[in-house]
């Protein structure tokens, strides 16, 4: 069982800034893949970033390359979320997902608004 906790949403004004980040519970973060989705008012749940615990690549949806960064401190057991020059149309609700030999588990999200 691994349960995921986001904070570090908020209110930005375009071209800001925010760092989300997402604390894991459970001995084995470090083998999981990790990923960031989010999910706008009347839209369905989109991809936006994932790390892979195997190889440390890292992969973008296309909306969000060269603006957000996806990093994880294994140490800490916590993925991050870097992301910059923020529009308006990147207001959400975004939300941490762990995939692992255990399943995948989902946090209860955390809520980005970038004012134009």
């Known amino acids: 069982q691994v349960q995921l906790v986001e904070s570090g949403g908020g209110l930005v004004q375009a071209g800001g800034s925010l760092r989300l980040s997402c604390a894991a519970s459970?001995?084995?973060?470090?083998?999981?893949?990790m990923g960031w989705y989010r999910q706008a008012p009347g839209k369905e749940r989109e991809f936006v970033a994932a790390?892979?615990?195997?190889?440390?690549?890292?992969d973008y949806a296309d909306s969000v390359k060269g603006r957000f960064t996806i990093f994880r401190d294994n140490a800490k057991n916590t993925v991050y979320l870097r992301m910059n020059s923020l529009k308006p149309e990147d207001k959400a609700i975004y939300y941490c997902?762990?995939?692992?030999?255990?399943?995948?588990?989902w946090g209860q999200g955390t809520q980005v608004t970038v004012s134009s």
């Open positions: 790390i892979y615990w195997r190889s440390s690549n890292v």
């Open positions: 459970g001995r084995t973060f470090s083998s999981y893949d």
């Open positions: 997902r762990a995939d692992g030999s255990g399943g995948a588990y």
